[in-house]
């Protein structure tokens, strides 16, 4: 049955249809998730051990090593990446893209049971290994506290308030602390005074092992019932660790620890990690929301949290923002409504000129009523509403009236031709429906790849397909359905003695029917001007500079600032602390928060976090405004290059989509440390000097001196004297001994032993050292059982699936892209001789776009396929199809025009937009044959098809194509992450439009051999068609 008979006779139906969907789709609206950018899974977790003492080379071959060969047996596995240091391994297990993120669960489950096969066969004195599968969490906002002259300890105990208040709030699923001082009791003493007193260090630590412990004591039996026994000796006090007595072997006294000895509480010193914001020392709150809330209602719900807890915290103490995911989210979201509501207006007015005011009423009321529709199928599929999804419905929405343009259109020339209204819309809806479906469906075929690629930047622009089908789908049945019904209440009957003209006599259609003669006389030239343009078109392509994603356009930045492996995390502090001073004093910036000794927290999905390393601090600035952005940038690096010349300095924009650690990499792999260091020095020397790089600095850092104590075992035994407590001497002598915890309320408190910080940080007191043995009064001079050396060593190793590995990493100068600058280095390097064994990889921008454009490309076979297949049911002919798939290459020449004349970089949603623009031009293809063989059954000789179906078609193809084009121009405008796809497809559908106007017929005419002006052969049915 026809639609629109259906939807005729059911008028009130269909208005009660339309005001459903007008009610549902703003309640729906309402109800959708807000983001900045959508979720994609981090298929990452990552390994942590730590081997107290180890050096590098003895944490990668006696810790990580043993782990990656367990984790190479995941059958998930797609790479493994490990950094083993001093003392600390690190291992990053990335999982195969295509695997189902509900699946992860399981593979971390599987994973954490490999690495526990691999703890069995680790050395003594490792801690762990542990697994963390939330390293792909996002903290939706990181909320700093501050008092200028509280302490760390009044900090903590604050935040650890804030903590639990913040856990209550609906929608908050984790808080996590950052910047906090780990407190320690130390009891502090000198050799000197340990003497003094008789004792050796060993039976001191011996002592207060002894004394602070929880034993089992076991039970006795009374009667009936089992009694437990409990005998605990644990310090619940200071001054109980004070009064502990020692007897003297030497003199048989009772001596006090207070006697000789320091005890007092203080913090982990050297620390861990530091955190400052706004030049205050200060502690972080990180806050990661549950999955699927509403980021802007949640950060609603926080702030009013922290309003009602800011009056309780002590005098000078407040909260500071350091990142604020819903405030970014509601600028992001607003400005793309604000878009979409401009390109509406653009379209409906477009719409009103171009058809008059009923018509394009009519025409125009589908946009808001599809937007509205499109929500509903948003709130059922659970699609957000973020960067990609707005963008999805900016980008369809010149096409959501492409159909009832169609069916609007042809029926004013119906009623022209003097039809009723009802007969007029029931036969434009009966000639048009199925073309129209199978253009629709061929639209929407040309953004699936998007949907079938299986890679993380898949997985981050997937809502553009869905929302982009639903739109156009939905688009479909309002046009066959409630456009014949508006038609047939509101269009006005021609005027009285206007029905029977020809709608397609006015000066433009005889011009354009005459420029089609010409083409269709001259077709072998036409032909050739329409390959040369091609050709043009291709070369122009290749001058077009290509990237991945563009830096995202938010009021941040980070600084990077590394000092040579092996610094102080101290001098770190004093250094950032400049920058800190620096960037405060800038009127641009509105925040600066500094990261002394690891990086920040996992703020905003697209970055990778910085592992601990006391040689690392990092800055997030946040600016008052994003126009600042570039000027502040360049500022911050012409200082920190003036003010810190032998520093590693990198300021860097925020990232879009699938982050890069830096936009080129270049990995030398083989097994030799000192083979692989060479060859990366050598490549550096290559590298260096070239004005397009901003630093190019070496994974693996600089080698450290390290104090060798090689211990003599023939000597050490005759001593009676151990490996093990040598070991333990210089441990107690340099970094301090862990003697148990001290318990207050339900924290733990490390307890430790250690001298005074003069002894602590003089080298020569390891020459001087002597060594108590376990048994006997008498000291051995350490240098009568062991040889003392200061060697240069690698403080850090890296490695790629089980392989070393030396990575360069490069940052490009401003205005230069990596694509561009990758292709020069890769011939300058070409005479790095690589030993046999080694081998060279890239890595970075240019090696992410391919993978991502592979991925994307791949399913493309299959989408043509079925793109051909919706063809063959439609027309059942060979040719026809055939004339229809050969306008896509139209599309290029308005592409490559349009990226060159406005300097727009080809990447990855330029490819998108390429891929779409493709769907475009085929759907206007399909109208005009299937105008052309309507034409020829109503007796049409076939020349005269093809310029009456031509000429039938220029207005609502040049209609469909002005309201795609300027619809889409807030979206050119709004930044560059959309203008390279929003040019490519303005300038390559207007210009494929009037080339497939021209190009259809033809390629009609070559493939048919249709002759001017003999008649064309039966234009349905066999094998020949």
């Given amino acids: 049955m026809n639609a629109a008979v259906w939807a005729i006779q059911r008028g009130r139906m269909m208005g009660f249809l339309v005001a459903l969907i007008v009610f549902v789709g703003g309640f729906a609206y309402t109800q959708l998730g807000q983001l900045e950018d959508p979720e994609f899974t981090v298929r990452t977790a990552v390994v942590y051990t730590e081997y107290p003492g180890a050096r590098a080379v003895r944490v990668e071959q006696e810790v990580t090593e043993h782990i990656e060969l367990k984790i190479q047996q995941l059958g998930e596995l797609d790479q493994v990446q490990s950094h083993s240091r001093d003392g600390v391994s690190v291992i990053f297990v990335d999982i195969q893209e295509h695997h189902d993120p509900e699946k992860l669960r399981q593979i971390w489950d599987e994973l954490r049971h490999k690495v526990n096969e691999a703890a069995r066969e680790l050395p003594d004195g490792v801690r762990g290994p542990i697994v963390d599968d939330d390293y792909g969490d996002v903290y939706a906002l990181l909320i700093a506290l501050t008092g200028e002259g509280y302490g760390y300890d009044v900090l903590d105990r604050v935040t650890d308030n804030v903590r639990r208040e913040l856990l209550r709030v609906p929608g908050v699923a984790k808080v996590e602390l950052f910047g906090q001082q780990g407190e320690r009791v130390f009891v502090e003493t000198s050799r000197e005074k340990v003497a003094e007193m008789g004792l050796t260090p060993h039976q001191v630590v011996q002592a207060l092992n002894r004394q602070n412990v929880v034993e089992p004591a076991g039970f006795v039996e009374m009667g009936p019932r089992q009694v437990r026994i409990f005998a605990s000796g644990v310090f619940e006090s200071l001054e109980e660790i004070r009064s502990l007595s020692i007897r003297s072997p030497v003199t048989g006294n009772l001596v006090y620890l207070r006697d000789f000895a320091e005890v007092r509480r203080g913090f982990a010193d050297p620390p861990q990690a530091l955190l400052r914001h706004g030049g205050q020392d200060a502690l972080a709150i990180g806050i990661v929301p549950s999955q699927g809330v509403n980021v802007v209602e949640l950060g609603d719900r926080i702030n009013k949290q922290l309003s009602r807890i800011e009056p309780t915290l002590p005098v000078g103490m407040s909260f500071g923002i350091i990142a604020n995911q819903p405030r970014e989210v509601q600028a992001a979201v607003s400005e793309f409504m604000i878009n979409l509501v401009t390109a509406v207006v653009i379209v409906i007015a477009v719409l009103l000129i171009a058809l008059g005011l009923r018509t394009g009423l009519i025409v125009g009321s589908g946009v808001p009523f599809t937007i509205l529709a499109t929500f509903i199928a948003m709130w059922v599929t659970g699609i957000d509403l973020h960067r990609v999804s707005l963008g999805a419905l900016v980008i369809v929405l010149g096409m959501m009236v492409d159909n009832a343009i169609v069916v609007a259109e042809l029926t004013v020339v119906k009623m022209q031709r003097g039809l009723d209204r009802a007969r007029a819309a029931r036969e434009a809806v009966g000639e048009t429906a ?592």
């Fill in 434 to 1025: 199925w073309p129209l479906l199978s253009a629709t469906l061929i639209a929407v075929l040309a953004f699936s790849p998007i949907a079938l690629t299986d890679t993380a930047t898949g997985e981050f622009t997937r809502s553009l397909f869905w929302v982009v089908g639903f739109s156009l789908l939905l688009s479909w049945v309002l046009a066959i359905t409630v456009t014949p019904v508006m038609c047939h209440r509101w269009l006005k009957a021609p005027a009285e003695g206007s029905a029977g003209s020809d709608p397609y006599g006015g000066r433009l259609y005889r011009g354009f029917r005459r420029l089609l003669g010409g083409v269709l006389h001259w077709r072998r030239a036409s032909l050739g001007g329409i390959a040369g343009l091609l050709v043009l078109s291709l070369i122009g392509f290749m001058l077009v500079p290509q990237i991945f994603f563009p830096p995202a356009q938010r009021a941040q930045f980070m600084v990077d600032y590394w000092l040579p492996e092996g610094s102080r995390i101290r001098q770190t502090a004093e250094d950032m602390a400049v920058i800190e001073d620096w960037l405060q004093g800038q009127d641009e910036v509105e925040s600066a928060t500094a990261f002394i000794g690891e990086g920040a927290p996992r703020f905003y999905l697209p970055m990778l976090p910085e592992h601990p390393n006391a040689s690392f601090g990092q800055i997030l600035v946040n600016l008052k405004a994003v126009d600042d952005l570039d000027g502040m940038m360049a500022a911050t690096r012409g200082f920190m290059d003036q003010r810190f010349p032998d520093a590693e300095p990198r300021v860097r924009p925020m990232q879009l989509g699938d982050p890069v650690r830096y936009p080129i990499e270049m990995r030398i792999i083989g097994p030799e440390r000192d083979t692989l260091r060479a060859l990366a020095e050598q490549g550096r020397d290559m590298l260096a000097g070239d004005p397009r790089l901003d630093h190019v600095r070496l994974d693996w850092r600089n080698k450290t001196p390290q104090i060798q104590v090689d211990v003599d075992q023939e000597r050490a035994r005759r001593a009676n004297v151990s490996s093990a407590a040598i070991a333990e001497a210089l441990a107690t002598a340099f970094a301090g001994q862990p003697i148990g915890v001290y318990l207050e309320d339900d924290k733990r408190i490390p307890i430790k032993w250690r001298f005074p910080l003069e002894d602590r940080t003089d080298p020569t007191q390891v020459e001087t050292m002597v060594i108590w043995p376990e048994q006997g009064h008498r000291p051995v001079p350490l240098l009568q059982v062991a040889e003392v050396s200061v060697v240069w060593e690698d403080a850090s190793i890296w490695r790629m699936d089980r392989e070393r590995s030396v990575t360069l990493q490069m940052d490009l100068m401003p205005g230069f892209i990596a694509h561009e600058v990758l292709r020069d280095l890769q011939q300058r390097v070409q005479d790095l001789d690589l030993p046999p064994g080694y081998r060279l990889d890239w890595d970075g921008e240019p090696v992410k776009s391919q993978e991502a454009q592979r991925g994307v490309l791949q399913p493309v076979p299959v989408v043509l396929g079925l793109m051909a297949l919706v063809l063959m049911a439609q027309f059942n002919s060979y040719r026809r199809s055939l004339i229809i798939l050969l306008t896509v290459p139209l599309g290029v020449v308005g592409v490559s025009a349009g990226l060159l004349l406005f300097k727009q970089p080809f990447g990855f949603m330029a490819l998108l937009g390429v891929m779409s623009l493709s769907g475009m031009i085929i759907k206007n293809a399909i109208v005009m044959v299937e105008q052309v063989d309507l034409e020829m059954e109503r007796g049409e000789e076939a020349h005269e098809a093809l310029l009456e179906a031509a000429v039938s078609r220029v207005r609502p193809v040049m209609l469909a194509a002005a309201t795609t084009v300027l619809g889409m121009l807030p979206l050119a405008l709004s930044g560059p992450f959309w203008a390279p796809m929003a040019i490519a497809i303005m300038f390559g559908l207007a210009l494929a439009s009037l080339l497939t106007l021209l190009a259809v017929p033809l390629f009609y005419a070559v493939l048919f051999g249709v002759l001017h002006p003999h008649p064309n052969p039966s234009p349905r049915g066999g094998e020949g068609q």
